[in-house]
């Protein structure tokens, strides 16, 4: 990571854990009027702050080379590895709570077929569930790392101008997709970190920039109204970026861990621990603790999967 975009690490890491923190906290350990889910659903930093950095970073790398073999194969060497291993932590997860005692689900039986198209990223495609809620955004990251690597050798001979407008373009189908699974959903996001990406590296112009930006963030707005606080956060993340920012890395390192691993682990503890603790004071203190395992446990996860430094693109 270079200092140019050190506080992309930090947002990282920040969300990893702010998505971490939601997920324990709305398993079931809270009434639907609790203050902790309230403040837990109107935390702004949510998947829409990688959707942003995505579009930066997918800039930045495509800028210096855009041959479509090698950068798949940068992008399978950056991710592949964590997240396989996450889908073996997954099953392993699942076999032995199937062992506990007072288990009371069906007989742990993998689904081979079902295992293999999520390893592959394609299990959406064929109307199968994601065995790990949280993989749903990497099939969507991977679409928008294959349409921008096939795009690049046409946008990337584009002045800056008509870059601009082909985002703020590719973003308007948004308005008519309602797929959360699609990546042009999520296109004014990306759009936005790559025009921000244009400004802090290309010398985009500030009348282009601001243009640019106000489209997007108005596309991306009106796309998802729903979620208008996390539309919010993605914004603070990109003016964090545009201002570098000197954040605490807040675990920036380990946040891909964190974000994979943070379901399967906690949830255990968070499952296991509302058997017994039923006032929310205490069940409050069993997600804390769950999210400082799961931070202990993607320090070590991310140790074994990810042990050589690798380049933020």
């Known amino acids: 990571m270079t200092d140019r975009i050190r506080s992309i690490d930090a947002l990282r890491g920040l969300t990893a ?57 940068r992008r399978i060497r950056r991710l592949e590895p964590a997240f396989l291993a996450s889908v073996a932590l997954v099953v392993v997860l699942n076999a032995l709570s199937s062992l506990a005692p007072g288990y009371r689900g069906q007989p742990f039986s993998p689904q ?8 592959l990223h394609v299990n959406a495609l ?4 994601f065995i790990n809620a949280v993989y749903w955004t990497l099939f969507v990251e991977w679409q928008f790392y294959l349409f921008m ?19 703020v373009l590719l973003a308007i189908p948004a308005l008519r997709i309602p797929d959360h699974l699609n990546f042009l959903h999520y296109m004014g996001y990306f759009g936005l970190g790559t025009v921000l990406w244009m400004r802090r590296e290309q010398r985009l112009s500030p009348g282009w920039f601001a243009a640019g930006t106000a489209a997007l963030a108005a596309l991306s707005f009106a ?18 970026i545009l201002a570098d920012f000197r954040l605490p890395d807040w675990g920036g390192r380990t946040s891909y861990a964190l974000f994979l691993t943070h379901i399967p682990i ?16 205490g069940r409050l203190v069993i997600v804390i603790l769950a999210a400082i395992l799961c931070r202990i446990f993607a320090g070590v996860f991310h140790r074994f999967t990810e042990p050589q430094p690798l380049p933020a693109s």
């Open 17 to 73: 854990f702010s998505i971490c923190l939601f997920h324990l906290g709305r398993d079931g350990l809270f009434h639907s009027e609790s203050p902790v889910l309230v403040v837990l659903n109107n935390n702004p930093f949510h998947v829409q702050v990688f959707w942003v950095i995505s579009g930066y970073v997918i800039g930045r790398s495509l800028a210096r080379r855009q041959a479509l073999i090698p950068f798949v194969r």
């Open 112 to 119: 081979w077929f079902l295992l293999l198209l999520n390893a």
């Open 126 to 129: 064929f109307d199968l569930p």
């Open 149 to 167: 690597a096939l795009l690049a050798p046409l946008f990337f001979r584009l002045p800056s101008s008509a870059r601009v407008l082909a985002l």
């Open 223 to 240: 796309a998802n109204r729903e979620t208008w606080l996390h539309w919010l956060g993605a914004m603070l993340a990109f003016g964090i």
């Open 266 to 281: 906690g949830t255990r503890l968070t499952h296991l621990a509302a058997r017994w603790v039923v006032s929310e004071p």
